[in-house]
């Protein structure tokens, strides 16, 4: 009787959990990604602020040995599922020259005071432009945020070629649910 | 004996086997399924940032490259006058201003009568140890004394702020005692300006 | 202590690796613009020569006769120049006492009478005409004997490569009998020389001796235009 109640149990999991995959997997990956499944469970991140994180308007002028310049972007569970930043990529217009002399740094910051920063990328901007893969160390879960701190600045070494180059660059950040360890991309 | 325990375990048997076939279903169907495509969420958001990087352009005079030079000739004793320039940072960060003078030439240009009835004689000129220079940006001294010790005149260091001019001043004399040796004497210099940034 | 200057040579060497390992620059512009100052001249020449001092002579001085001697001024240099004449020394020597002179009185060996007669006129020659005409300048017009000895501050505009006639012209023998008996140096003359009177009946005839004339030494001095 009992060996009858366990299978069944089992069985019925089993059922659920290969009708969400089936679910799942006919579903494209969308940036508000809501699945109905009856309890409508959604997955989704906003990002916040949600204007240009750095301008010359509000930060200035860039130049060789200039200190960084550092701002925050929270990155906000507002789905119903538990995500981890697993990937930076950037998109570039105007004068792109100028994202090979900058350097660009992105942290996530721990949850509490005592938490060391993760240093997810620390480079180039213009080699955000390939697209980087990242393991978040934090699985968000839903209502709460992680924030990057992302700081960027010209070295000491860049050259007078940069001068009065404007360079516009979309950075994006892809965050993913299963948030486990297990080595794969986004 | 076969009655209703021997039904039971014919029922359980039955039933065991159902739902092993079931399972084993679901588990083909689900491997089926599941190779090669491991399915997940993910959600992308993106920030703009925009840079600009400054500038630091000097501008001397009206052209840039500066085509402003001084170019004085028949100087006698006595003479003295001055030629200005503006000197200007078009950039949009802040600079710090340096100056100095090299190539420094006195030449003889010659012997007039004159000149040789004194006993001058050729390479050097007389012209650069009689000619006073006072040689100042925004009153500031840049230089002040005889064109022969040009070399050692200079200033660093001197801010020019993002948009800001300032007057360069050459203000040259050539004392009324100074008598025929400087005849046709010729002297000329370069100056360097260097805008860095600050 | 050769490890000590091997230690000390590395260190230095780890140093300028250090310093000079990588690029460091900073945005910057630079500028350089040239400068030429060039002094004029002044310079005088008379008759195309460029000697300090020029002298000249005449010989052939007679009574009655008008000669002239035309000096070319030049302004070789680059800047306009004021002429002036700024030294006079007046030389004058006798050959010998001819006998007229004897008999007018001239005792004297040493000096000429010549410039107690000769009657210069100085003059800037503008039209180039060699005669005195409207525009030309007489700045001189009397005996030898008084040019002043400091010259003439004549401030007359020279342009560069320009230039003007300067001319000694002798002019009307001052007639004052015995004067004139004592201004000769003659072997053989046709003079007569009358008491209270005086006509000069023939020319002189210069002849064996060369009658030394006064040699007028002029020091030109060109000065720059004032103001």
């Avoid at chain 1, 009787?1 to 069985?11: D, E, G, N």
């Avoid at chain 2, 500038?55 to 009206?62: E, F, I, R, T, Y």
């Avoid at chain 2, 100056?99 to 650069?128: M, V, W």
Wanted: include cysteine; hydrophobic fraction near 35%.
């Amino acid at each position: 009787m009992i060996k009858k109640k366990v299978i069944t149990l089992a069985l019925s999991t089993t059922l659920l959990l290969l009708i969400i995959n089936i679910l799942a997997s006919n579903q494209p990956p969308a940036s508000a990604c809501t699945i109905h499944l009856g309890k409508k469970i959604k997955f989704d991140m906003e990002i916040s602020p949600k204007v240009p994180l750095f301008h010359p308007d509000v930060d200035g002028y860039l130049y060789p040995g200039r200190p960084k310049i550092t701002k925050y972007l929270k990155l906000i569970n507002v789905g119903d599922l538990p995500f981890r930043i697993c990937r930076f990529n950037a998109s570039f217009s105007g004068e792109i020259y100028l994202a090979t002399g900058l350097q660009i740094e992105i942290l996530e910051l721990g949850k509490g005071r005592g938490e060391k920063p993760n240093l997810l990328y620390n480079g180039t901007l213009i080699d955000l432009g390939e697209g980087i893969n990242v393991y978040g160390k934090r699985a968000v879960p839903p209502k709460e945020s992680v924030t990057l701190q992302i700081s960027v600045w010209m070295p000491v070494t860049a050259g007078n070629e940069y001068q009065g180059l404007t360079v516009t660059a979309d950075i994006s950040i892809t965050v993913r649910f299963p948030p486990s360890h297990d080595g794969m991309k986004c | 004996m076969i009655g209703p325990q021997n039904e039971e375990k014919g029922e359980v048997v039955r039933m065991d086997k159902k739902i092993l076939v079931s399972l084993l279903i679901v588990g083909l169907v689900g491997f089926a399924l599941g190779w090669g495509t491991y399915s997940q969420f993910s959600d992308t958001e993106t920030t703009t940032t925009v840079f600009t990087a400054g500038s630091l352009n000097l501008k001397v005079g009206d052209d840039d490259p500066v085509k402003w030079k001084i170019e004085l000739s028949e100087l006698l004793p006595g003479c003295s006058g001055s030629q200005s320039v503006t000197i200007n940072n078009t950039g949009t960060i802040n600079g710090n201003l340096s100056i100095s003078f090299s190539d420094l030439i006195d030449k003889e240009n010659g012997l007039t009568e004159p000149e040789l009835a004194l006993g001058d004689t050729e390479p050097d000129g007389e012209l650069a140890e009689n000619l006073y220079l006072n040689i100042t940006i925004d009153g500031t001294v840049v230089y002040q004394g005889y064109a022969s010790g040009i070399l050692s005149g200079g200033i660093t260091n001197y801010p020019l702020n993002a948009g800001v001019s300032k007057t360069f001043k050459v203000e040259y004399s050539i004392d009324e005692s100074v008598g025929n040796i400087i005849q046709s004497d010729v002297v000329g210099f370069t100056i360097t300006f260097v805008l860095t940034q600050a | 202590m050769n490890r000590k200057i091997l230690v000390g040579i590395l260190a230095i060497g780890l140093v300028a690796l250090a310093v000079g390992w990588g690029t460091y620059s900073q945005f910057s512009d630079t500028e350089t613009t040239e400068t030429i100052f060039s002094a004029g001249s002044l310079d005088l020449t008379i008759n195309d020569q460029n000697g300090q001092t020029v002298t000249f002579s005449w010989t052939n001085l007679r009574p009655g006769n008008q000669p002239k001697y035309k000096l070319t001024l030049k302004n070789i240099g680059t800047i306009r120049g004021n002429l002036s004449i700024s030294n006079i020394v007046v030389v004058s020597e006798e050959n010998g006492l001819t006998e007229p002179e004897i008999e007018a009185g001239d005792t004297s060996d040493d000096e000429g009478e010549l410039d107690d007669v000769l009657n210069l006129r100085l003059f800037l020659d503008y039209n180039g005409d060699g005669w005195i005409s409207q525009g030309d300048k007489v700045f001189f017009n009397g005996l030898v004997k008084n040019l002043p000895s400091t010259g003439f501050d004549l401030k007359e505009p020279i342009e560069p490569n320009g230039g003007v006639d300067f001319v000694v012209e002798l002019y009307d023998w001052w007639q004052h009998g015995n004067v004139d008996n004592q201004a000769q140096t003659h072997t053989k003359h046709n003079i007569h020389i009358q008491a209270g009177s005086s006509t000069i009946e023939n020319e002189f005839n210069v002849s064996a001796k060369t009658l030394q004339l006064p040699i007028l030494f002029l020091n030109f001095k060109m000065g720059k235009v004032e103001g």
